[in-house]
Nanobody
Framework: VQLLASGGGLVQAGGSLRLSCALPGITITTYTVAWFRQAAGKEREFVAS????????RYADSVMHRFTISREYAKTTVHLQMNSLKPEDTAVYYC??????????????????WGQGTQVTVSS
């Protein structure tokens, strides 16, 4: 299963972008969908996640109150609305799907389906 990430681009600091992750071929109701990001020379890190059933969300401290993750039932798609972007948000963003338990939600190893990544560049 290949997730389909889109919506990246170049934006000035303080601007906004919305990323989307389409999830074809997955019985999504039992999954959690997450966004991770990887900046050049750094490890891939957790950004946000949402449980499809119930909609509970979690965020990394670095994006809290700036980013919002949501799900769109009709298109089986998860969005990441990113506001007040900072240069340090520059990275390749990946969406992923899995069935983590609460304690593993932020771990890459808890997710087994991944998208191809979309580049987000924030200029100062």
């Amino acid at each position: 299963v290949q997730l389909l990430a889109s919506g990246g681009g170049l934006v000035q600091a303080g601007g906004s972008l919305r990323l989307s992750c389409a999830l074809p071929g997955i019985t999504i109701t039992t999954y959690t969908v997450a966004w991770f990001r990887q900046a050049a020379g750094k490890e891939r890190e957790f950004v946000a996640s949402i449980r499809w059933s119930g909609g509970s969300a979690r965020y990394a401290d670095s994006v809290m109150h700036r980013f919002t993750i949501s799900r769109e039932y009709a298109k089986t798609t998860v969005h990441l609305q990113m506001n007040s972007l900072k240069p340090e948000d520059t990275a390749v963003y990946y969406c992923a799907a899995g069935r983590p338990i609460t304690s593993t939600t932020m771990l890459r190893s808890a997710y087994y389906y991944w998208g191809q990544g979309t580049q987000v560049t924030v200029s100062s």
